[in-house]
Structure formats: structure tokens, C-alpha cells
């Protein structure tokens, strides 16, 4: 059974209506009314704070001091607004989302977070909240005190009524402005992801250049010497010290190949995603068909993560899928990048299988993609990606 009080927020709603009165003494009555009977106090400390910070800062304009003292009650009425919101989601009900928060450095360093501060949306409209709170939080104080003593019969319903325009009030000065500060809080989330993973590949480099090509060179330079030494006294050894050499050098030469096709292929620049693709699918373990469509080359960006989401999905056909072909088509669409790869494996792949997959959305997520898998036992794997489009001269 749905629960009354948060009836009005359940998901799927664009405009939740208000829960409507009734006559009842049950704990959501209860809750509304301990939510009725705090605000006054705390609509006096708020207003308090609101109305010092805003004369303070006001009338020190004229010093240094002044515009840093408004920011900073910015910031301290922010934390009023998410301790009201917790009160309200707590008490009443009200499902409202967290406004996107101010970055913790800024380019511009003090001036930067001056700027940044005062013209803080989320800031103004939580001291408006605080300000027009204390004479509504009066009023339903005394209207609530009296109803205990005067108005019980009727006091539910009165409860229901006031709270009902706190909520609005809450949804309206306290949520998210528009669409834009989610966006925003979302892409500081995914920021991270991007940071995490240039770290990760970052760490990924440095171990292969220290456990590969570096440790193969130390041992190359090692061998020389001793053949070196060997030189005048036996010249045989000698001999086939440096062919020993020599077969290394082609081994770390080759590994560091590998590695700069892995950092950002030299054909992926000077060809383009086309034939990057096809000397992906060469290397693959199935037969690969490749078509690309694409009137232009994208930003090298999106080039880069499309070729990089390529070659992960064709190592897992290689290793996982036990498929005797697969397909790579590429083609844009409209201001979309679109990369679908096929499959005729045993299929059951999924983003949570440890096959690199939720990696690899995490990847897209980060800079506005999508990534689908669609992969039924026995019938192979579809996976489709979609990057937003951007054209080389913009980037």
C-alpha cells in the first residue's frame, strides 16, 4: 500500500500533487505537527543569520571585506537549505533532490571563489526561504499551539493544510532550480569517473614501460657489457651475446609498439577511424567485418574513444564470446557518433560479468554516451554505443 504522506512525490510525477486532508490522528499527523511547532525557532535563527549576513555584508561593501563576507554567508545559508531539506524529507515527506554543489577550487583562485559565491543561485534563494519563513513560521506556530488546546477535533486537517504550503515552499525555494543544476551535479560526478580513469591508464603505462620494455633494456645493456668484456678474450661468446642482444632489441622495440598503439595508434592520426578499425579487426581471433560511414573525421577526442571502445569489445570477442564472426559498423547520425558490434557467440554477456563492460560505460557516461548490451544466451552479442558528434575544427 502506498504510504499517504509520500503519496504526492511518488516517482513518475512532474507536478506531485499535495497529500490531501483528512481527520485522522495517525503518525504522519503527528510528524506534521512536531514539523509545525519546530519552525519557529529554527525560522528565528535563519532569519537571524539572514538578515546579519545581508546587513553585514551590505554595509562593509565600502571595505575589503564586505563582498568575501556575503560569499561566505552564501555558503553557511547553503547549509541552512540542506538542513532544512532533511527536516522536510524527514517530517514531511517531501522527496527533493540535492542542488549541485560549489566547486572547492575555481580558476581565479580568491577572485574566482568570490565570483563564484555571489552569484550562487542556490544561496540567494535559501536566504529568501529564511527571510519569509519567520512570519509564516509564526503564524503556524500560534494556529498549531492553539489547535492542541482549542481546535483538536479539527487539527489534522489544519495540520495537512499548513504543511502543505511548506512543502510547496520547500519544493520551491530549497529544490533544484532547473534541469541544468542536475545536469551539472551529474557531470561533476562523471568528471570523476574521467579523472579516476587517466589515472588508472596513467598507472597502466607506468607499469608496462617498468615491467616490459624497461626491464628488457636493463637486461639488453647488461648483456652487452658482459659481450663487451668478452670481446678480445672470446670472440664466439662475444658473438652470440650480441645476437642474444639483438633478438631483445627487436623484442622491446616491438613492446613499445605495442604500448604507443595502446597510448594512441600512430594509424588512428595519419588514417583516420576507418582503417584504424580494420587494423583492429586483423588482429582479432574471428573473422571481423568493418564499415564506416562517416562523411568527416569527429573531434580527435571522440575518434580516440571510439577506436579504444572498439578494441576492448573485440578483445572480449576474442577471449570470451566463442563466435566465428563479427561485425564492427560505425556511421554517424544527426550529432551523434553511432558503433554497434555484432557478434554469433554462445551470448550471456552483461555489464557485471568482469568482462570490461561496465568500464567501458562508465567511459561513455563520462562524456555524454550511452552504451547497450544486448546479449541473449546462445543467440550472441549486439552492443551498441552512441558518442555525441563533434566536428574536428570545433575541438
Known sequence: MTDPLHAADAPGDDRPALPSPRFAYDRHTWMEIAYLLSSFPLAVVGFVYAVTMLALGVGLTVTVIGLPLITAGLRGARMLGRAERARARKLLGVRVEEPSPLPVRRAGGFFGWLWTGLKDPVGWRAVLYEVIRLPWGIVTFAVTLTGLFVLWPVLPFVARGLTNADRAMVRGLLSPSDELEQRIAELESDRGV?????????????????????????????????????????????????????????????????????????????????????????????PVKVTADLPARPAEAIEGIAYFTVSELLQNVSKHSGARSASVDVWRSDDRLLIQVRDDGRGGASLDKGTGMAGLAERLGAVDGLFVVDSPEGTGTTVTAELPWRDRHQQ
Open 194 to 286: 574521467v579523472v579516476d580513469t587517466a589515472a588508472a591508464d596513467l598507472r597502466r603505462i607506468e607499469r608496462d614501460l617498468h615491467d616490459g620494455a624497461q626491464a628488457r633494456l636493463v637486461n639488453l645493456a647488461m648483456g652487452l657489457g658482459l659481450a663487451k668484456e668478452k670481446l678480445l678474450e672470446d670472440p664466439d661468446t662475444a658473438a652470440a651475446m650480441v645476437d642474444e642482444a639483438h633478438g631483445e632489441v627487436k623484442l622491446a622495440l616491438q613492446e613499445l609498439r605495442d604500448l604507443a598503439r595502446g597510448i594512441h595508434p600512430a594509424v588512428l592520426t595519419d588514417r583516420g577511424l576507418d582503417a584504424a578499425l580494420s587494423s583492429v579487426a586483423s588482429r582479432c581471433t574471428v
